[in-house]
């Protein structure tokens, strides 16, 4: 059984940073590019970042690009996000998914607040 | 970046209603087009890929069509636990983008 299960959510000050983390199982993880998505309260899906399987491609939205950083360690299935100069609108649910190129499955997402 | 445009935003409709959400791309992705379903407080669920292929345990109610800048997903006969907020997909090009939602309401 695919799962995903992300972590690492938190209040957070504007400026700040932080790293998510999404453990993976039931796929060979090293096989498969993941993706992020947010979703801040009350608003839509935004698709925010992607790396391919072995880690050597990655993509970024525009409203992310210079700020936030994904990699991998396909050693310990795990994907991450490291965040940086947060800002108010970075705020949201974080989700992590595999891509195939489409999202087939999704974790159940990390809250990250950013607030003074 | 390519631009999703769903219509309606907004849907109220009744248990066994045949409904239509529109998927208006702003340049062309031939059939790389995802659908997704999302119920409050869950993550979004995988229903549609490549425009009109359904994924796996979705229900045959659920279809997709289209293809270049114009994509729809139907479901035939709308049952309670479809009501939920519908979202298109592009994977044609990065960066990937999503429609703004169609929220289907009783």
């Known amino acids: 059984e695919v799962q995903l299960v992300e972590s690492g959510g938190i209040l957070i000050p504007p400026g700040g940073s932080l790293r998510l983390s999404c453990a993976a199982s039931g796929f060979t993880f090293s096989s498969y590019a993941m993706s992020w998505v947010r979703q801040a309260p009350g608003k839509g899906l935004q698709w925010v970042s992607a790396i391919s399987g072995g880690g050597d491609s990655t993509h970024y939205a525009d409203s992310v690009k210079g700020r936030f950083t994904i990699s991998r360690d396909n050693s310990k299935n795990t994907v991450y996000l490291q965040m940086s100069s947060l800002r108010a609108e970075d705020a949201a649910v974080y989700f992590c998914a595999r891509e195939v190129p489409q999202l087939d499955y999704w974790g159940q997402g990390t809250l990250v607040t950013v607030s003074s | 970046d390519i631009q999703l445009t769903q219509s309606p935003s907004f849907l109220s409709a009744s248990v066994g209603d045949r409904v239509t959400i529109t998927c208006r791309a702003s340049q062309g992705i031939s059939s790389y087009l995802a659908w997704y379903q999302q119920k409050p407080g869950k993550a979004p669920e995988f229903l549609i890929y490549a425009a009109y292929t359904l994924h796996s345990g979705v229900p045959s109610r659920f279809s997709g069509s289209g293809s270049g800048t114009e994509f729809t997903l139907t479901i035939s006969s709308l049952q309670p636990e479809d009501f939920a907020t519908y979202y298109c997909?592009?994977?044609?090009?990065?960066?990937?983008?999503f429609g703004q939602g169609t929220k289907v309401e009783i």
């Open positions: 997909q592009q994977v044609n090009s990065y960066p990937r983008t």
